[in-house]
Protein backbone atom coordinates (compact mmCIF):
# COMPACT_ATOMS: atom_id res chain seq x y z
CA UNK A 1 0.00 0.00 0.00
CA UNK A 2 2.72 2.42 0.16
CA UNK A 3 4.48 2.09 -2.77
CA UNK A 4 0.92 2.99 -4.57
CA UNK A 5 2.20 6.75 -4.78
CA UNK A 6 4.96 5.16 -7.23
CA UNK A 7 2.45 4.49 -9.39
CA UNK A 8 2.04 7.74 -11.26
CA UNK A 9 5.64 8.97 -11.02
CA UNK A 10 6.89 5.40 -12.63
CA UNK A 11 3.93 5.86 -15.51
CA UNK A 12 5.23 9.21 -16.06
CA UNK A 13 8.92 7.73 -16.74
CA UNK A 14 7.14 5.95 -19.14
CA UNK A 15 6.01 8.49 -21.25
CA UNK A 16 8.35 11.33 -21.08
CA UNK A 17 9.73 10.65 -24.33
CA UNK A 18 12.15 7.90 -24.19
CA UNK A 19 10.09 5.99 -27.27
CA UNK A 20 7.20 4.08 -28.29
CA UNK A 21 5.44 1.59 -30.50
CA UNK A 22 3.03 3.85 -32.73
CA UNK A 23 -0.61 2.38 -33.91
CA UNK A 24 -0.94 2.66 -37.67
CA UNK A 25 -3.20 5.15 -37.75
CA UNK A 26 -1.87 7.31 -35.42
CA UNK A 27 1.22 7.10 -37.03
CA UNK A 28 -0.44 8.39 -40.35
CA UNK A 29 -1.94 11.07 -38.41
CA UNK A 30 0.86 12.17 -36.87
CA UNK A 31 3.29 11.81 -40.27
CA UNK A 32 0.06 14.11 -42.03
CA UNK A 33 0.55 16.79 -39.75
CA UNK A 34 4.84 16.09 -40.18
CA UNK A 35 4.13 17.28 -44.09
CA UNK A 36 5.20 13.81 -45.11
CA UNK A 37 1.97 13.24 -47.09
CA UNK A 38 2.65 13.70 -50.57
CA UNK A 39 6.36 14.85 -49.56
CA UNK A 40 8.55 14.05 -52.78
CA UNK A 41 5.58 12.37 -54.84
CA UNK A 42 5.01 10.22 -52.30
CA UNK A 43 1.21 9.46 -50.90
CA UNK A 44 1.10 9.03 -46.86
CA UNK A 45 0.43 5.24 -47.16
CA UNK A 46 4.15 4.93 -48.64
CA UNK A 47 5.63 6.39 -45.70
CA UNK A 48 3.47 4.66 -43.19
CA UNK A 49 4.43 0.93 -45.12
CA UNK A 50 8.33 1.90 -45.04
CA UNK A 51 8.04 2.67 -41.47
CA UNK A 52 5.97 -0.51 -40.96
CA UNK A 53 8.59 -2.58 -42.86
CA UNK A 54 11.66 -0.93 -41.54
CA UNK A 55 10.78 -0.74 -38.09
CA UNK A 56 7.42 -2.32 -37.58
CA UNK A 57 6.21 1.26 -36.02
CA UNK A 58 8.95 1.40 -33.01
CA UNK A 59 10.81 4.57 -32.58
CA UNK A 60 13.53 2.62 -30.55
CA UNK A 61 14.15 0.23 -33.59
CA UNK A 62 18.19 -0.27 -33.85
CA UNK A 63 19.28 -2.62 -37.04
CA UNK A 64 23.15 -3.13 -36.53
CA UNK A 65 24.39 -3.67 -40.45
CA UNK A 66 27.61 -5.94 -41.40
CA UNK A 67 29.59 -3.07 -42.28
CA UNK A 68 29.45 -2.05 -38.67
CA UNK A 69 26.84 0.87 -39.28
CA UNK A 70 23.13 0.65 -38.02
CA UNK A 71 19.98 1.82 -38.67
CA UNK A 72 17.83 3.65 -36.07
CA UNK A 73 14.76 5.20 -35.45
CA UNK A 74 10.82 4.79 -37.30
CA UNK A 75 12.80 4.41 -40.46
CA UNK A 76 15.93 3.15 -39.61
CA UNK A 77 17.97 5.51 -40.70
CA UNK A 78 21.89 4.55 -41.65
CA UNK A 79 24.20 6.30 -39.30
CA UNK A 80 27.43 5.76 -42.24
CA UNK A 81 25.64 8.74 -44.02
CA UNK A 82 22.69 10.33 -42.10
CA UNK A 83 23.45 10.51 -38.49
CA UNK A 84 26.31 10.58 -35.82
CA UNK A 85 26.72 7.61 -33.35
CA UNK A 86 29.77 7.47 -31.52
CA UNK A 87 31.21 4.51 -32.48
CA UNK A 88 31.85 4.98 -36.12
CA UNK A 89 32.87 7.70 -38.74
CA UNK A 90 29.60 9.43 -40.78
CA UNK A 91 28.94 11.47 -43.29
CA UNK A 92 25.82 13.26 -41.00
CA UNK A 93 24.19 14.80 -43.88
CA UNK A 94 20.99 15.26 -41.31
CA UNK A 95 23.46 16.65 -38.54
CA UNK A 96 22.36 14.55 -36.26
CA UNK A 97 23.04 12.34 -33.32
CA UNK A 98 21.28 8.82 -34.45
CA UNK A 99 20.26 9.02 -31.04
CA UNK A 100 17.91 11.82 -31.58
CA UNK A 101 15.94 8.97 -33.94
CA UNK A 102 15.16 6.76 -31.20
CA UNK A 103 12.72 8.91 -29.02
CA UNK A 104 8.53 9.28 -29.79
CA UNK A 105 9.93 12.83 -31.06
CA UNK A 106 9.47 11.71 -34.63
CA UNK A 107 9.30 14.78 -36.18
CA UNK A 108 13.54 14.75 -36.20
CA UNK A 109 13.26 11.23 -37.82
CA UNK A 110 11.17 12.92 -40.85
CA UNK A 111 13.01 15.75 -41.14
CA UNK A 112 15.96 13.21 -41.56
CA UNK A 113 13.78 11.46 -43.88
CA UNK A 114 13.25 14.02 -46.30
CA UNK A 115 17.01 14.50 -46.65
CA UNK A 116 17.44 11.36 -47.71
CA UNK A 117 14.44 11.07 -50.41
CA UNK A 118 15.94 14.16 -51.90
CA UNK A 119 19.27 13.36 -51.28
CA UNK A 120 19.03 9.86 -52.75
CA UNK A 121 18.57 9.49 -56.55
CA UNK A 122 16.23 6.66 -55.99
CA UNK A 123 13.70 8.82 -53.70
CA UNK A 124 11.78 6.54 -51.18
CA UNK A 125 14.06 3.31 -53.05
CA UNK A 126 16.91 4.39 -50.69
CA UNK A 127 14.84 2.22 -48.38
CA UNK A 128 15.06 -1.51 -49.07
CA UNK A 129 11.66 -2.43 -47.00
CA UNK A 130 10.00 -0.11 -49.25
CA UNK A 131 11.54 -1.68 -52.61
CA UNK A 132 10.24 -5.01 -51.39
CA UNK A 133 7.03 -4.45 -49.79
CA UNK A 134 5.48 -0.91 -50.66
CA UNK A 135 6.91 -0.17 -54.14
CA UNK A 136 3.92 -0.53 -56.87
CA UNK A 137 1.42 -2.50 -54.36
CA UNK A 138 -1.86 -1.32 -52.98
CA UNK A 139 -1.26 0.77 -50.06
CA UNK A 140 -4.72 1.83 -49.45
CA UNK A 141 -4.60 -0.65 -45.81
CA UNK A 142 -1.60 1.41 -44.55
CA UNK A 143 -4.30 4.54 -43.88
CA UNK A 144 -7.68 2.73 -44.62
CA UNK A 145 -9.98 3.64 -41.34
CA UNK A 146 -7.81 6.30 -40.28
CA UNK A 147 -9.16 9.67 -39.47
CA UNK A 148 -6.70 11.76 -41.57
Same mark, same amino acid.
Given at each position: ???????????????????????????????????? +? =?? /?? #????????????? !? %??????????? +? =?? /?? #????????????? !? %???????????????????????????????????????????????????????????????
Amino acid at each position: MKALWLLPFLAGLLTTGEGMIYGRCELAQRLQQLGL +D =GY /AG #YSLANWVCTACHE !S %SYNTQAIHYDS +D =GS /AD #YGIFQINSRYWCQ !S %SSEPSSNICGIQCSELLTDNIAVDVACAKVVVDNSPNGLGAWVAWRLHCQGQDLSQYVAGCDL
